[in-house]
């Protein structure tokens, strides 16, 4: 993988870091403006080196398939404007810097590739407090803006006792010298990295303390402990950096958070202990090739139920083992695939994209997805036309959606007044007609 990186971490000691009326005009503008943004930001928290305030490390990081390259001499040539904007609690601006990238590609197929990209990163040292982070990236090409705002608590790292630092996930460490060299994964996905991933954060401490218990314990979306590390470390007064490696291959696609939790080490004790000092950090398992909604593997295969056969699910729901499982709900996904010899499965981008958008527009006392709006945006797509009649006086709230390429008409009555729609065409029927 090629990746154009220009960037330093201040007070990391030692360390190097390189680094989207008529309905369907209507659904495809709100998709339009529901589309992510083209860029992964991630924003962590460290103490200041040579202060007494605390650091806001922010790293903004482009895949080159998401810039517009110009061939010039050879090569290609890319470049895009960044603002980070540092707001406090009230809103006002702290701080701000502006500066624009330069990207070369060696040839076309580095400057479309999905594994290539541009990474770079500032930092802002702040006083502990609330602040809003908003970052804004424009092509300098096509002239297209867009933008990403996280909201972070800044801790203060300060006063006497023992304190961490957040944590910032970390593909691949290597050595260079005295120094490491570490990959920041700013995506927050590590389903992609060979091996092991790595948990890097600082433990900030008034004394040294020895032989101290370092856990990383990782929970799935339920709460349920899928892993659990466990280091002896000596922790230094002042600053010391910590790393651990965590082997991701028994996590199933889905949801997880990692906490790292300090704790004293007492012989002869079995009691639970509280931690001397902790902190979290929420990452994601996801697959190279799908769909970046699909986030919970069994919620994804439930979700099939629009398209597949009673015995093709009863197939990838009995399967032994989660990588079992996996296997199988790919397999279903390869059969349909239009271009099997690309990365992409645009199909099944496409199923999961109207789920996404039932699950925002048609959620009601359900999951949007399982509504009878949902099931048919889901089955049919956009309507050619809705026709909307929310206050006439002589009927109850109802909608009609057309599609004029099927000559079909759905109806749905809103019979209590919430905004409940329901399809007046018995479910049976609609099943019966054309789908995937």
């Excluded at 970390?170 to 010298?177: D, H, K, L, W």
């Excluded at 295969?301 to 083992?321: F, G, H, P, S, W």
């Excluded at 039932?358 to 309507?383: E, Q, R, V």
Aim: glycine share 4%.
């Amino acid at each position: 993988m090629k990746v154009r990186v220009r960037l330093s971490i201040a007070g990391l000691l030692s360390f190097c870091v390189f680094i989207v009326a008529s309905a369907q005009v209507e659904v495809a503008e709100r998709a339009k403006k529901e589309n992510p943004p083209p860029y992964d930001v991630d924003i962590i928290s460290f103490a200041a080196v040579s202060s007494p305030q605390s650091r806001l490390d922010v790293f903004i990081q482009i895949g080159f398939d998401q810039l517009s390259f110009v061939k010039r001499d050879d090569k290609y040539h890319a470049s895009y404007e960044l603002t980070i904007s540092v707001l406090d609690e009230d809103k006002s601006l702290v701080s701000e810097k502006l500066w624009t990238e330069e990207v070369t590609a060696t040839d076309f197929d580095e400057s479309v590739s999905s594994d290539a990209y541009s990474l770079t990163q500032r930092v802002f040292e702040v006083p502990p407090g609330t602040y809003y982070i908003i970052t804004s990236l424009r092509d300098n090409e096509t002239k297209v803006s867009h933008q990403v705002a996280k909201q972070l608590k800044v801790a203060d790292y300060s006063g006497a006792g023992l304190f961490l630092s957040d944590i910032m996930l970390v593909s691949r460490i290597s050595a260079r010298g005295d120094k490491k060299i570490i990959a920041p994964l700013v995506s927050g996905n590590v389903g992609n990295v060979l091996g092991q991933f790595y948990v890097f954060f600082e433990a900030y401490s008034d004394k040294q303390l020895d032989s101290v218990s370092v856990v990383a314990t990782v929970l799935n979306k339920q709460k349920e402990r899928m892993l659990k590390i466990d280091t002896v470390e000596v922790l230094a007064s002042g600053r010391t950096q910590l790393f651990v490696g965590i082997d991701h291959s028994m996590l199933a696609l889905g949801e997880y958070t990692v906490y790292a939790q300090v704790f004293p080490l007492r012989a002869g004790e079995t009691e639970e202990q509280k931690p001397l000092a902790n902190t979290s950090r929420a990452f994601v398992v996801h697959w190279l090739g799908i769909p970046k909604g699909i986030r919970d593997l069994d919620l994804a295969i439930d979700q099939l139920q629009y398209i597949a056969k009673d015995k093709e699910l009863e197939v990838i729901r009995n399967a032994r083992t989660a990588e079992e499982k996996q296997k199988q709900f790919l397999e279903f996904w390869k059969r349909r695939d239009p271009n099997p010899n690309t990365p992409r499965n645009e199909k099944m981008e496409e199923y999961y994209a109207k789920v996404e958008y039932a699950n925002k527009h048609f959620k009601h006392y359900i999951d949007g997805w399982k509504t009878d709006m949902g099931m048919i945006y889901i089955i049919f797509g956009s309507p050619s036309n809705v026709d909307r009649h929310p206050f006439d006086s002589d009927s109850k709230p109802y909608e009609v959606w057309s599609y004029y390429d099927l000559n079909q008409q759905f109806v749905f009555v809103d019979e209590t007044g919430f905004g409940d729609y329901r399809l007046t065409t018995p479910v049976w029927d609609v099943w019966q007609r054309p789908r995937y």
